[in-house]
């Protein structure tokens, strides 16, 4: 079974930057494109980035030019490095493969709060 696990969340005021980590426990991990999600505080998870096995990434609107994913292969782990953090990306991050998606790891916390 798929194991997510992110980490690296906290509390910052805006403008600040933060970097989230996600280990996969998962064989193959170089094969699979990964992707970061969020879930505001009533409001559905959304689709924040995406990695693909090359490398090349995608982001939504609100986080482009501002949040950078990466991946270490060697290490199952993908990154989500948040710059210039804005009180609406507040939100609970997870991490997914997005072809096929996995159940659901526990995420990790962002507040963006002056």
């Known amino acids: 079974q798929v194991q997510l696990v992110e980490s690296g969340g906290g509390s910052v005021q805006p403008g600040g930057s933060l970097r989230l980590s996600c280990t996969v426990s998962?064989?193959?991990?170089?094969?699979?494109?990964m992707a970061w999600y969020r879930q505001a505080p009533g409001k559905q998870r959304e689709w924040v980035t995406t990695?693909?096995?090359?490398?090349?990434?995608t982001y939504a609107d609100s986080v482009k030019g501002r949040f950078a994913i990466s991946r270490d292969n060697n290490r199952n782990t993908v990154y989500l490095q948040m710059n210039n953090l804005k009180p609406e990306d507040t939100a609970v991050y997870y991490c997914?493969?997005?072809?096929?998606?996995?159940?659901w790891g526990r995420g990790t916390q962002v507040t963006v709060s002056s």
């Open positions: 997914n493969v997005p072809e096929s998606l996995r159940s």
């Open positions: 998962i064989n193959f991990f170089s094969r699979y494109s």
């Open positions: 990695i693909s096995l090359t490398g090349s990434d």
